[in-house]
Nanobody
Framework: QVQVVESGGGLVQAGGSLRLSCTVSGLPFDDYAMGWFRQSPGKEREGVSCISWSGAKTDYADSVKGRFTISKDPAKNTMYLQIHILKPEDTAMYYC????????????????WGQGTQVTVSS
């Protein structure tokens, strides 16, 4: 059974930093692309960042470029999203997702999703 579990969210002041984690089990981690999406109340889900199975390719939404960094640690079956210079508009539920197909992850059509971790940024 595949499990996708996010952690690391919390309440942070604007300008602060957080590191989100996503641990996956039940599938060959090294073969899967992964990504982060976010959604806040009343807004559509937004793609934040994606990383290929090898880690060689990454993509970021324009709104987070230069502040967010995505990475994978195959030894821990875990993906990370390092977030710096948090802004109130970053407040959202952050979801981890994974699929063998990188472009399915980019499109938000991936096979597996976590339950999310809440990030709240106070001004």
């Amino acid at each position: 059974q595949v499990q996708v579990v996010e952690s690391g969210g919390g309440l942070v002041q604007a300008g602060g930093s957080l590191r989100l984690s996503c641990t996956v089990s039940g599938l060959p981690f090294d073969d899967y692309a992964m990504g982060w999406f976010r959604q806040s109340p009343g807004k559509e889900r937004e793609g934040v960042s994606c990383i290929s199975w090898s880690g060689a390719k990454t993509d970021y939404a324009d709104s987070v470029k230069g502040r967010f960094t995505i990475s994978k640690d195959p030894a821990k079956n875990t993906m990370y999203l390092q977030i710096h210079i948090l802004k109130p508009e970053d407040t959202a539920m952050y979801y981890c997702t994974t699929d063998r197909n990188y472009w399915a992850v980019v499109a938000g059509n991936s096979a597996y999703w976590g339950q999310g971790t809440q990030v709240t940024v106070s001004s």
